[in-house]
């Protein structure tokens, strides 16, 4: 599971386009009648399945389609494609999400899917239970348990493109950090920037094994920018690196002692969460003022996290964010990305998994958050689906916004981060403004 990235590098696009597969032609679109695809509670929900070929409508062919909801019974039928689209009807008396997968079988056996999402009430989407009673004590006891680690911080210069060199300055950084792994990133800021002058902003990465990313972009307009990897791993190196862990030492990394809250691998990635905001508050370049989390999938996850310990985060953005509502298939709602839970004869298999998971779930975070929060959702999701998005996003008591992608899955439409960029610098400049104001 990845986070679309969007901040495009030229070569990697055009070793991409080199080796790019055979594009599909046949596909099955699944559309509402409703371009939000937002619904009421028993309302009809209507979904609009075409069958194309090389874009044009494919008739008198068999579909099969199977209809998934929140707490609902499953619906199947089949459906005999026209030249103009062809209805599939349901509906949900409760908030929650509907999702519509169509299959269709061509010759020799390939079978080509379309999905379509619709939201019944999702404004009302609730978690599936309350934050366990010590969810802040436990979490206090970890900054406490950071606090006897020295940060004892190493950079490494690291190089920047030819436009970049005397603008921005870049560094190969490790910082000592609880939990078994340095916090391990790469940071930038401008070159000579004044003491007290800049923003901080930190982005965290989704699932899988790989190396952080140089944020001279970010430096470039002015930041102090960190983007840390995951797991508190070498920086740089071959893709051989990754590829090695990715089957070996870190093979399912996200179940590692799930059922025991002091050793889950989350533990360790959130400490250097909390670490890596330490660091960035340290330096001198900061303004003291504005302080911006941002990641998508598990990175958002990461986010949400962040901006719930950090009551100095002033800015949060959470892509289609991961690891919300990890109960929720205990009160039959879908659960995001890992679900933990698995359930047998509908109960639970590992009730210490149950008592576990609720102190790392990114919906019990975004109670705390007071930064102004931004989060993405694709209705099509199968990794992180929109009712755990939701189920987080209502969660939120402070200024948010939320950004919904009827057609999306796991990951957005540019547009999102267009947007999202347009009102970080807005952000940035308010919070100028507002210090100037105050005379600070």
């Known amino acids: 599971m990845r986070m679309l ?69 499953p619906q199947s039928g089949k459906i005999e494609t026209k030249e103009t689209p062809v209805v599939v009807q349901s509906r949900l008396d409760h908030p929650g999400f509907v999702l519509c997968t169509v299959v269709y079988e061509k010759e020799g056996g390939k079978k080509i899917k379309g999905l379509g999402g619709a939201g019944v009430d999702p404004l009302q989407i609730k978690v599936s239970r309350p934050a366990p009673e010590d969810f802040d004590k436990f979490w206090q006891g970890r900054k406490d348990e950071l606090a006897k680690v020295p940060m004892n911080p190493k950079l490494v210069p690291a190089p920047v493109s030819e436009s970049m060199k ?31 002058s800049l923003p901080i902003i930190i982005s965290y990465h989704g699932a899988g094994v790989r190396s952080a990313h140089m944020p ?37 990394y996200p179940y590692f002692d799930a059922n025991d809250k002091d050793k889950i691998y989350f533990n360790g990635m959130f400490l250097r969460v909390l670490r890596s905001l330490e660091f960035m508050k340290s330096q001198p ?98 990794a992180c689906p929109p009712t755990s998005v939701y189920a987080a996003y209502n969660n939120l008591n402070c200024k948010k916004e939320i950004i919904n992608n009827p057609l999306n899955g796991h990951s957005c439409p540019k547009e999102n981060s267009v947007y999202i960029n347009g009102k970080i610098t807005e952000h940035i400049g308010k919070m100028k403004a507002g210090a100037a104001v105050q005379g600070k």
């Open 5 to 73: 990235v969007y901040w495009i590098n030229l070569a990697a696009v055009a070793g991409l386009l080199a080796q790019a597969p055979v594009v599909e032609k046949t596909v099955i679109k699944v559309t509402t009648d409703k371009t939000e695809a937002i619904y009421q509670k028993g309302g009809e929900i209507q979904f609009n399945v075409l069958l194309t070929e090389e874009d044009k409508p494919l008739a008198g062919k068999t579909l099969t389609y199977t209809i998934t909801s929140d707490g609902g019974a």
């Open 166 to 196: 005397g603008k921005v300055e870049c560094f190969d950084l490790k910082v000592d950090c609880a939990g078994g792994m340095p916090m391990s990133g790469y940071f930038a800021r401008p070159v000579n920037a004044a003491k007290g």
């Open 216 to 252: 001279v972009g970010h430096a470039a307009k002015g930041m102090l920018a960190l983007d840390i990897n995951a797991h508190g791993i070498e920086n740089g190196q071959p893709k051989s690196f990754y590829d090695e862990l990715t089957g070996g030492k870190l093979k399912g």
């Open 285 to 382: 370049e900061w303004d003291g003022r504005t302080l911006i989390v941002t990641g998508g999938s598990q990175g958002g996850a990461q986010s949400l996290v962040a901006a719930g310990l950090e009551p100095k985060a002033t800015m949060c953005v959470a892509y289609v964010p991961a690891m919300c509502d990890h109960t929720g298939i205990l009160a039959g709602q879908t659960s995001g990305w890992p679900r933990f839970i698995k359930l047998k004869d509908g109960k639970p298999e590992n009730e210490d998994i149950v008592r576990t998971v609720p102190y790392f779930d990114a919906a019990n975070f975004a109670t705390r958050i007071k930064a102004e929060t931004f989060i993405a959702v694709g209705f099509i999701d199968v």
